[in-house]
């Protein structure tokens, strides 16, 4: 199939589609006239790339779990590996997440809002 219906089967764009051909992540065919070719095989590792971004994964992370997905020898423990360093990294990432809204919250309640000119919110950006 061709690079639109590709990317509508995994439902990516034709960019993203391209870019994943451009570097390696997925090898389509080629036609005779140059045309790159996706099969069916190749359509569900965009999809399997595609869910992975989806729970954050890099594209070099993709293009490991890919790796391990394609090795009928891999150990699960490789996987999982993988999945609980994500799951880390997110843990990281909420944390500072709560940390930011909290702060925001704070200074948000600290502005009265009103029509004069000081705001704490933009003297708590404008800190150093």
């Not at 993203?16 to 997925?26: I, P, S």
């Not at 996987?79 to 990281?92: F, G, P, S, T, Y």
């Amino acid at each position: 199939m061709k690079i639109g219906d590709a990317a509508a089967e995994s439902n990516l764009s034709v960019k993203t589609v391209r870019y994943y051909a451009d570097t390696g992540l997925v090898t389509p065919g080629r036609s005779e006239s140059g045309y790159r070719e996706y099969d069916a095989t190749t359509v569900q590792k965009l999809r399997f790339v595609a869910r992975a971004r989806g729970f954050g994964f890099s594209v070099a992370e993709c293009r490991e779990l890919l790796s391990l997905y394609e090795d009928d020898g891999r150990a699960s423990a490789d996987v999982k590996r993988i999945a609980e360093a994500k799951i880390e990294a997110l843990d990281r990432k909420l944390a500072e997440l709560h940390e930011l809204r909290d702060e925001l919250s704070r200074v948000a309640m600290a502005c009265a809002g009103d029509e004069r000119a000081q705001c704490p919110i933009l003297d708590r950006f404008a800190e150093i």
